[in-house]
Each structure stands twice: as structure tokens, then as C-alpha cells.
């Protein structure tokens, strides 16, 4: 029988394992190979994302498609290792901070400028803001019949403070002609192919969207480094939109005169059909319209589904956002949605920031609930319990979250 190699972090966590086993009167196999004078008081769990938390779910690691589960999501500013990752492509490698640019060009650009991050830092304001990122597929596991793609659950969101310079200050730099329309991106993540002349993904959004002041091209996740996966060192950030318009590994920006072209523009991807179409309906691609905006939708983070209760009464929380929108009211049902109870609901921290929510439920006997949480967005759309319609690719899912308790 072969061995199993064991890395330095997988025998360390060996080691802290077997520690624990001298605790419960285990014999020490390991023993002799325990680090003199260390004995970690934590079991360090190895993440096989780097810089990662180990709980995130993984759905694909070539490319790297990683979730997070809704417990992890609680913190009103996702951090950085809980930060869901949707790679097209690969990364690029041996990125060097200091050689990085960003070239702004296109049809409807009145002139080509190339900016270091130095530049970019120097020759424009810095903004802060909280924005959501959730990917079109998020919510793509519940289709029937299924959609091809990452099976994503509830995970593929996250709202975390991006710093950088607007994407509209750089724009008007660099001059937009009156016929501009829309942006695209390009980042430097290679194909999976190996081919060098093709690109993985490169969308972009309206030229209005692109000029909104939380429109950034953003250096910084809640005051540090963009994590690589997350587009390190440069990325554009556009809340409330399907999140394959935030362009990471940012290199490129062109302003152009049509609708953006890129590799996932057309055809059938991030788009859905123009008029809604019965369950595994084949639509032609001229049938199919670009995502924009994306839906109402809130997640329960506290507690985490199969929570055991030892009392009546539970607070729940978590988090509603609406696209481009506010939320305006939260609700919770324990009863399968026969009635429904008002949540408290804060004041997003700026446009486009999810907004925390919590509710006190009070169970009236023991025994297995389910509860259920809904948003209402300014606009008075409200999630639905189930899918709100199918499209062929899987996106826009933004049924109602719900939690299983056992109240003892
Ligand atoms: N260059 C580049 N940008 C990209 C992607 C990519 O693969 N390459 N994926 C897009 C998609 S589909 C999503 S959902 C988000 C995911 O951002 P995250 O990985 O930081 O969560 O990045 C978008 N930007
Ligand atoms: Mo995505």
C-alpha cells in the first residue's frame, strides 16, 4: 500500500490531532514527531484555497469556483477569506503591483491612456463603498431542469468595502465621445484552453451604469489587497449587477460605440429570454436579453440550518439587497409562509450595500420549523417562494432562503 504523502501543514494538523489524543488517553502514534514545545490549542483546518476560509464549499477547481455557506455570510462586510470566487480562466501569475497598468481605449474614447496603479492613486480621488457582488447564476441549483454551469446554491454573494478611483472620473480622463454606449473589460486571466488569443470573459455594462459615482476600479477589499482570486491587484467593481461585469485582473477598458462584444456577451450567456418561456424551452439567441439590474433576494446567517434550540425563542439575522435598488421591508414566516412577521431592517451603508435584517421568533411548541425570511424592494417586488421562471442558462434564482430548526 502507498503512502500518503502528508504536506508540512497536513502533518502539523496530524500532529495538533494527535495531541488532542493524548488528552482523551489515546496513545501518542505520532509522538516522537511532535514540534518541541508546541502544542496548538486551536485545530487548524487546511484551506485548499490559499488565503481562504477551509469552509468554503468548493464547486469546480479547474477553473476555481468556490461558495460561501450562508453561516459564514453573517458579518455586515464580508471578509475577505469568505469571499466567494467565480473564475472563468486562470489567474495570472508572478503579478507584479508595480508594472501593472490599465490602458483606457475603444471607439468612443477621445484619446488612449495607459495609468500605473501609481497613477491611478495619485491622479484621481479615492472612494470607499460597501457593494454586492452576487454572481447571475447564484441560485442555479434549483433548476429543473437543471442548467449547466456551477451548481451554485445561495453562496455566490459577498459585500465587501472596495476602495479605488470611479471608473466615471478615469473615463472622463481619458474623454468619451457622444456616441459611446457601453464599456468592456479586460483582465489578464488567461484562457483554459492555453490558447494566448483567447479570453475567458470580457463584459462590461451601459455607459451609464459605468458612470455611476459607486462605479469603481477598485485596488482594495476592506483596506487591504484584492485577494489574487478575487482580481488581484486591480478589478472593477459594478454593484448590484450580475457580478461577471466587475472585470478582475483589470488591464483594459475600452469605451465603445456599440454594445460590448467580449466573450460572454452574446449568445446565450448572462442573458435570459426577452419573454418568459415554459421549462426547458430551447431560445434562440436573438430571443435572449442582456441581465441587468439583479433581484430582490435576502439570505438567513444566524443560525445555521439544523440549528438545535433550547428555547422558544430565536433571533435571526441576515442580510436583503435589490440590485440596483434599496430593500424596503423584511419579513419572516416559521410557518411555511401562512403568515408572515416583520423584520427589523437597516439602512444600507451606501447605494448598492446589502442591508443587515433581524427578526424575533417565538416558536409555540416543540418540534421542527422552518423559517423562512422575504424582502421587498423599494420598487414593492417581493421574492417569490420558488423560482421565479426558467431560463435556459440558470440565472436570477432569488426564491426565498430558508432555514430547518429543531426547537426542543
Ligand atoms: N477577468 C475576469 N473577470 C471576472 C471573471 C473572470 O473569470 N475573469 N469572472 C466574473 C464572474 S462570472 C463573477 S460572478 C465575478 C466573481 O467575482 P469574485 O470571484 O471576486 O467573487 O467576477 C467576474 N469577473
Ligand atoms: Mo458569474
Redesign the pocket.
Known amino acids: 500500500m502507498k503512502k500518503k504523502q502528508l504536506t508540512r501543514r497536513s502533518f502539523i494538523q496530524q500532529s495538533t490531532l494527535t495531541a488532542f489524543g493524548t488528552a482523551i488517553g489515546m496513545p501518542i502514534v505520532f509522538g516522537h514527531y511532535l514540534p518541541q514545545n508546541l502544542l496548538p490549542v486551536i485545530l487548524e483546518k487546511d484551506s485548499p484555497i490559499e488565503g481562504k476560509h477551509p469552509d468554503l464549499t468548493l464547486l469546480n477547481d479547474r ?1 476555481l469556483n468556490a461558495q460561501t455557506p450562508p453561516h459564514l455570510l453573517n458579518d455586515s462586510i464580508t471578509p475577505a477569506d469568505k ?7 486562470l489567474p495570472p501569475e508572478n503579478i507584479d503591483p508595480e508594472k501593472w497598468t490599465l490602458t483606457i481605449d475603444g471607439e468612443s474614447a477621445k484619446s488612449n491612456r495607459t495609468f500605473s496603479l501609481a497613477a491611478l492613486k495619485s491622479q484621481f480621488n479615492e472612494y470607499s463603498y460597501q457593494l454586492v ?1 452576487e ?1 447571475g447564476g447564484n441560485g442555479r441549483s434549483e433548476f429543473s431542469p437543471p442548467a449547466k454551469g456551477n451548481q451554485w446554491t445561495t453562496g ?1 454573494v ?1 459585500c465587501a468595502v472596495w476602495t479605488g478611483v470611479r471608473l466615471a472620473d478615469v473615463l472622463r480622463a481619458t474623454g468619451i465621445k457622444d456616441n459611446a454606449v457601453y464599456i468592456g473589460y479586460y ?1 489578464k ?1 488567461t484562457h483554459l484552453s492555453g490558447d494566448k488569443n483567447k479570453r ?2 470580457s463584459r462590461g455594462c451601459p455607459i451609464a451604469k459605468a458612470l455611476e459615482p459607486e462605479t469603481l476600479i477598485a485596488w482594495s477589499m476592506n483596506g487591504a489587497d484584492i485577494p489574487l ?3 488581484y491587484p486591480l478589478r472593477l467593481v459594478v454593484g448590484g449587477w450580475p ?2 461585469c ?4 483589470l488591464e483594459r477598458i475600452s469605451i465603445r460605440d456599440r454594445i460590448h462584444d467580449g466573450p460572454k456577451m452574446g449568445g446565450q450567456s448572462y442573458r435570459i429570454p426577452c419573454d418568459p418561456v415554459a421549462p426547458g424551452t430551447k431560445v434562440a439567441d436573438e430571443d435572449m436579453c442582456i441581465i441587468e439590474s439583479m433581484p430582490v433576494k435576502s439570505l438567513i446567517t444566524f443560525p445555521r440550518t439544523g440549528a438545535i434550540l433550547n428555547a422558544r425563542e430565536l433571533k435571526i439575522k441576515g442580510h436583503a439587497w435589490a440590485g440596483d435598488v434599496s430593500v424596503r421591508k423584511m419579513e419572516c414566516s416559521i410557518d411555511f409562509g401562512q403568515s408572515w412577521q416583520p423584520a427589523q431592517l437597516s439602512p444600507p451603508a451606501n447605494r448598492l450595500a446589502w442591508q443587515d435584517f433581524s427578526a424575533t421568533v417565538r416558536f409555540p411548541k416543540p418540534g421542527y420549523y422552518e423559517v423562512w425570511a422575504r424582502a421587498t424592494d423599494e420598487n414593492g417586488k417581493t421574492q417569490p417562494m420558488i423560482l421565479p421562471g426558467w431560463n435556459p442558462k440558470g440565472y436570477l434564482n432569488n426564491a426565498c432562503h430558508r432555514i430547518a430548526v429543531r426547537v426542543k
Open positions: 477553473p469571499f466567494f470566487i467565480r473564475n472563468n480562466g457582488l454572481c455566490a459577498g483582465g486571466d475567458p470573459i482570486h478575487n482580481g457580478a461577471s466587475s472585470g478582475k485582473w
